[in-house]
T-cell receptor
Framework: NAGVTQTPKFRVLKTGQSMTLLCAQD?????MYWYRQDPGMGLRLIHY???????AKGEVPDGYNVSRLKKQNFLLGLESAAPSQTSVYFC???????????FGSGTRLTVV | AQSVTQPDIHITVSEGASLELRCNYS??????LFWYVQSPGQGLQLLLK??????LVQGIKGFEAEFKRSQSSFNLRKPSVHWSDAAEYFC????????????FGQGTILTVHP
């Protein structure tokens, strides 16, 4: 049981470049989330999805886009990376709203 | 809007000593509360959760937490800390119609001295 898998684990981008982070879960969870983690700020919600084909904005959505074309996958895109997007990104999933999350191991992104 | 405050950024304890990590939340109705632990370079692991019922909840790795509505608190405790407990701990709250969205505190880093 793989749980939640994030790819890639590490990435360095130049300012202005684009990239897509992939999150895949094999638990048939309905809800999926993208968070970013920065020192001293905990985890902040970027975007989330309550089902296939649906997405919504979280607390810090600017500069990011997401898609959930398949139930098991949740993609996070950076169209034009900025140094302020240097962070560790975590994907999580949940079977229903009253449960805790299952987290991926994270993607460490550096924008130079 | 819901929020979580963890007043202690960094706590140091000796191995074998007791531990209490503080968490205060803000939410208008009955909250759903969680504690997560993160080891360096790892994702977050769920330690325990409170939804309703008994206000003292037991979790994994010997941790427990007590929900106190009057104090808006959900403090995490462990009677005897092990060196492997060194990690960062996050308190989180979910409430309302937010489709399961968790709001996290800033985290508390635990250092354990031998």
């Amino acid at each position: 049981n793989a749980g939640v898998t994030q790819t890639p684990k590490f990435r360095v981008l130049k300012t202005g470049q684009s990239m897509t982070l992939l999150c895949a879960q094999d638990m048939n969870h309905e809800y999926m989330y993208w968070y970013r983690q920065d020192p001293g700020m905990g985890l902040r919600l970027i975007h989330y999805s309550v089902g296939e084909g649906t997405t919504a904005k979280g607390e810090v959505p600017d500069g990011y886009n997401v898609s959930r074309l398949k139930k098991q996958n949740f993609l996070l895109g950076l169209e034009s990376a900025a140094p302020s997007q240097t962070s560790v990104y975590f994907c999580a999933s949940s079977p229903r709203k009253l449960n805790g999350y299952t987290f991926g191991s994270g993607t460490r992104l550096t924008v130079v | 809007a819901q929020s979580v405050t963890q007043p202690d950024i960094h706590i140091t304890v000796s191995e074998g000593a007791s531990l209490e990590l503080r968490c205060n939340y803000s939410y208008g109705a009955t909250p759903y509360l969680f504690w997560y632990v993160q080891s360096p370079g790892q994702g977050l692991q769920l330690l325990l959760k409170y939804f309703s019922g008994d206000t003292l909840v037991q979790g994994i790795k010997g941790f427990e937490a007590e929900f106190k509505r009057s104090q808006s608190s959900f403090n995490l405790r462990k009677p005897s800390v092990h060196w492997s407990d060194a990690a960062e701990y996050f308190c989180a709250v979910r409430g309302g119609t937010s489709y399961g969205k968790l709001t996290f505190g800033q985290g508390t880093i635990l250092t354990v001295h031998p």
